[in-house]
């Protein structure tokens, strides 16, 4: 029941290392897993100064109009023409410093109900659809994607709906260049769902893995770091999980009290790799290193 990958480049020659490569081949062993949507979240060299902003658009007949109206929205903020692109049903827009991101983001999705920012970081670019990972590639060209590490995801959709939307990674909407894959159930999902709507944030989906994403950004804003903020998941989202983090600085992986959906991690000089089947990681990273699986309430970071 879906396929979760991670991989991080420790060699500190980030501008070198093929992370959209590496996940995309991790995705493609775990294709078997999850036929129904796949993604990436890859994190770039990044700026201070830049934001990057992925967004999707209308599908069909209203793939125009929205790429249209969103050109008008740049503009009349003052984002360059050529710093937004479309490619499939996704507009990318680099935006500076000066630009408030926030308020961006609610402008851009007062658009249109079906409009949403699926990523935003200075270092985060999330791609998503519905299919194999094999049209990510056709599509995006997520191979020649270099930077210092990334999440994948192929979903096998037990719950709600298959569109792009429903697909993972997810990133938080609440806070920059977070973001999350997850397989299992959040038993608690409706309770913690409503408790977070009280508060006027708002649920793009009915997948539970997106309360994943909320949680943590919550955590974060509370002024927790990481590691505790992944201790206190165990304590408060029930269920069976396997669930991979990454930060523009960090990738982690919490593992549930019971202990009943694999998750496998290699730890090398050169990089480190999870996911919850080992030939996902041996295919994509062919060499002699040890694999071990991740036990029950084990939480591990890495930093970059």
């Known amino acids: 029941m879906c396929g ?5 480049d420790s060699t500190q020659r980030h ?17 078997c897993r ?8 890859l ?9 990057m902003l992925r967004v999707k658009l209308l599908d069909g007949k209203g793939l125009e109009s929205s790429s249209q109206q969103l050109r008008e ?45 699926i990523s935003a970081g200075r270092m985060l670019e999330i791609i998503k659809q519905v299919g194999s990972p094999a049209n990510l590639e056709s599509t995006y060209g997520v191979s020649r994607f270099c930077g210092t590490h990334g999440l994948g995801h192929t979903r096998l959709s037990t719950e709600s709906k298959v569109d ?53 950004a919550d955590q974060l804003g509370k002024g927790r770091n990481l590691e505790e903020s992944l201790a206190a998941m165990l304590r408060d989202l029930d269920g069976s999980y396997s669930c991979l983090v990454a930060t ?26 999870l996911s919850n089947e080992e030939i996902a990681i041996r295919t994509a990273l062919p060499g002699d290193y040890q694999v071990r699986e991740a036990q029950a309430k084990e939480v591990r970071i890495w930093r970059k």
């Open 248 to 273: 523009a600085s960090a990738l982690a992986f919490v593992k549930d009290p019971f202990s009943l959906k694999p998750l496998l991690f290699a730890e090398t000089g050169e990089f480190v790799a």
């Open 34 to 41: 999850g036929p129904d949507s796949a993604g990436v979240a």
């Open 43 to 51: 994190y770039g060299l990044g700026s201070d100064q830049r934001c």
């Open 164 to 216: 792009l939307s429903h697909s993972q990674p997810f990133w938080s909407h609440q806070r920059l260049d977070l973001a999350i894959v997850h397989n299992g159930h959040i038993t608690n999902y409706h309770q913690l769902r409503r408790r977070y709507q009280q508060r006027g944030i708002r649920f793009y989906t009915e997948n539970d893995s997106e309360i994943v994403a909320v949680y943590i």
């Open 4 to 8: 979760i990958a991670g991989f991080l």
């Open 73 to 117: 929205l740049l503009r009349s903020v003052g984002v360059d023409e050529h710093h937004f692109s479309i490619t499939g049903s996704y507009g990318r827009i680099a935006i500076n410093g000066s630009i408030d991101v926030e308020k961006l983001i609610g402008s851009i999705e007062a658009l249109d109900k079906e409009i949403e920012v």
């Open 15 to 31: 501008e070198y290392a093929s992370v959209g490569r590496v996940v995309l081949s991790m995705l493609n062993a775990l294709g």
